[in-house]
C-alpha cells in the first residue's frame, strides 16, 4: 500500500507561482509513475501533468496542452517526492490537485492510476 500525501496548495493572486509537493509512502517508489491531476467543481478530473516510468531507470514526462510551458514537474527519488511548480497562475487554475501513483509501466494520461492523494485546494484569484 502506498499513502500519497500532497501540500503547497493555498490562496495566490492571478500570475502567480505555487509549488506543490507529494510524499509517497514505500520503498519502490523510483517504481511509479507519479501524476498530477485536478478538479474543479463541477468538472471532471483533468490530467495535469506526470513523470512516468517506462521502466528500470527511465521516465519521462507528459504534461497536458494547457500546462504546457507554466507547469513543471520533477520528481526526486531520493525524498520520495514529486513536485508540480506552477507558474503564470490563472483564475481557472482553481481546482483540487491531487498526487497519483501508476505502479505500472506507461502513461499515466488516462488517469488510470493505482493510488490517490487526498488532494490539496488551489485557488487563484483573479
Known amino acids: 500500500q502506498v499513502q500519497l500525501v500532497e501540500s503547497g496548495g493555498g490562496l495566490v493572486q492571478a500570475g502567480g507561482s505555487l509549488r506543490l509537493s507529494c510524499a509517497a509512502s514505500g520503498r519502490t517508489f523510483s517504481s511509479y509513475g507519479m501524476g498530477w491531476f485536478r478538479q474543479a467543481p463541477g468538472k471532471e478530473r483533468e490530467f495535469v501533468g506526470a513523470?512516468?516510468?517506462?521502466?528500470?531507470?527511465?521516465?519521462?514526462?507528459e504534461y497536458a496542452d494547457s500546462e504546457k510551458g507554466r507547469f513543471t514537474i520533477s520528481r526526486d527519488n531520493a525524498k520520495n517526492t514529486v513536485y508540480l511548480q506552477m507558474n503564470s497562475l490563472k483564475p481557472e487554475d482553481t481546482a483540487v490537485y491531487y498526487c497519483?501513483?501508476?505502479?505500472?509501466?506507461?502513461?499515466?494520461?488516462?488517469?488510470?492510476?493505482?493510488?490517490w492523494g487526498r488532494g490539496t485546494q488551489v485557488t487563484v484569484s483573479s
Open positions: 497519483a501513483a501508476r505502479a505500472r509501466r506507461g502513461s499515466s494520461r488516462s488517469g488510470d492510476m493505482d493510488y
Open positions: 513523470v512516468s516510468w517506462s521502466g528500470g531507470n527511465t521516465y519521462y514526462l
